[in-house]
Every structure is written in structure tokens, then in C-alpha cells.
């Protein structure tokens, strides 16, 4: 298989619709800064960051919290929080980085016949792990409603695809790492309960 590198990345954030659900093709600003790609975006409230070595990229969020400057009992509750998430997502994992012990999402994916819809996936999964610890750690409102936003987005664009209610619920639980009782939650927010006239899309 062939292995994807930095520039093939760049080409695929780099075209960007407006109107797309689809994470991997929003108008991306991205700026390679050597060691790193920073990516951003109007519709996000913060940046993401791609780190290539010679077969994985890695994908990462930095929070901001950077849990050296706590106290104890803060930053304990804070790093049981994070376990607990690690325990819950497959594919990312919640570290610290730095001498301030900064809060970090990251997933790695393999570049060895790595594909856009892959890539998409990766930052769907991203994305979904900073909404799980935005409602975790009860982070801003302001914040969450944005990372809220974007969710309703992807799920949209999962109905566009004409996914059903139950392939969208497993997507969420097997892939997001919502329990069961979360995305029914999540679905019934976003698209209505099974067999409201609201399910056949997030605005109707």
C-alpha cells in the first residue's frame, strides 16, 4: 500500500466547502509550521494539530489546562476524569504534554494507506472525545455549544448520507465512545425520539 505523506494531507484540508458536514472537508486555514500542521477554522473554537513522523500523523487538541499550576485535590479530580475516558474512547487518548502537565486529546493514525474518509474519521473521533470532556470537566458554556454544534453537524451529514437512526447510534457508541444511554440522549436532541416528524433532519 501506498503511504500518504504531509503534502497529500495539505491537499486534502486545503479545498474546503462551506456547506459540507464532513470535518475533513471544512475550510481549513492550515499553517505548516515545520514540526506541525495547525489547523483552523471559523466553525471551531480552537485549533487542531497534525504531527507527521515517518509512518503515523499524529492528530491533537491542546485544552489549555495545564493541571502543574492545580492543587491536589483539583487536579486529581481532573486526571480520574481523563482515565475514565481513556477507559471509554478507543481511539484517543487524553495525556499530559509539557512542563505544565497541559491536558492533550490525541489519535494516531497510520499513514501506510491511509485514506480521506479515514482521516475524516479520525477527526470525527477527535472531536467527539473534546465533546465528552468539555461536558466531563464542565468546561464554558460558550465552548461547548460550539463543540455541541459541530456534533449536530457530523450527524447531519450522517443522515444526508441516508444512515439510519441505528447505524448513527452505533457509529457513536462503537466509534465516539458514547454509552448507549448518551446517544439515544444525543439523538433525541439532535433529531428528535423515534417516530417524531423532527427525525427526518436536525432542522426540519
Do not use: C
Amino acid at each position: 500500500m501506498t503511504s500518504v505523506d504531509k503534502g497529500q494531507v495539505i491537499q486534502w484540508l486545503a479545498g474546503g466547502d462551506e456547506t459540507s458536514g464532513n470535518l475533513v472537508d471544512m475550510p481549513w486555514k492550515v499553517r505548516d509550521l515545520d514540526h506541525f500542521l495547525m489547523l483552523e477554522s471559523d466553525k471551531l473554537p480552537f485549533s487542531l494539530f497534525l504531527a507527521f513522523d515517518e509512518k503515523i500523523v499524529r492528530i491533537f487538541f491542546r485544552t489549555g489546562i495545564e493541571t502543574a499550576v492545580l492543587e491536589n485535590q483539583p487536579r486529581l479530580a481532573i486526571y480520574r476524569t481523563l482515565l475514565l475516558l481513556n477507559r471509554q474512547i478507543d481511539l484517543v487518548k487524553f495525556m499530559l504534554d509539557g512542563m505544565n502537565e497541559e491536558v492533550v486529546s490525541r489519535v494516531d493514525l497510520e499513514l501506510e494507506g491511509l485514506t480521506k474518509v479515514e482521516l475524516n474519521e479520525g477527526l470525527n473521533t477527535l472531536l467527539s472525545s473534546i465533546y465528552l470532556m468539555v461536558r466531563a470537566l464542565k468546561l464554558e458554556e460558550e465552548f461547548q455549544a460550539q463543540v455541541a454544534q459541530r456534533m449536530a453537524l457530523m450527524v447531519q451529514e450522517m443522515i444526508n448520507q441516508g444512515k439510519s437512526r441505528d447505524d448513527i447510534k452505533n457509529y457513536l457508541v462503537s466509534r465516539v465512545g458514547l454509552t448507549k444511554e448518551d446517544a439515544e440522549l444525543l439523538l433525541n436532541r439532535l433529531i428528535g425520539k423515534p417516530g417524531d416528524h423532527s427525525e427526518s433532519g436536525l432542522y426540519a
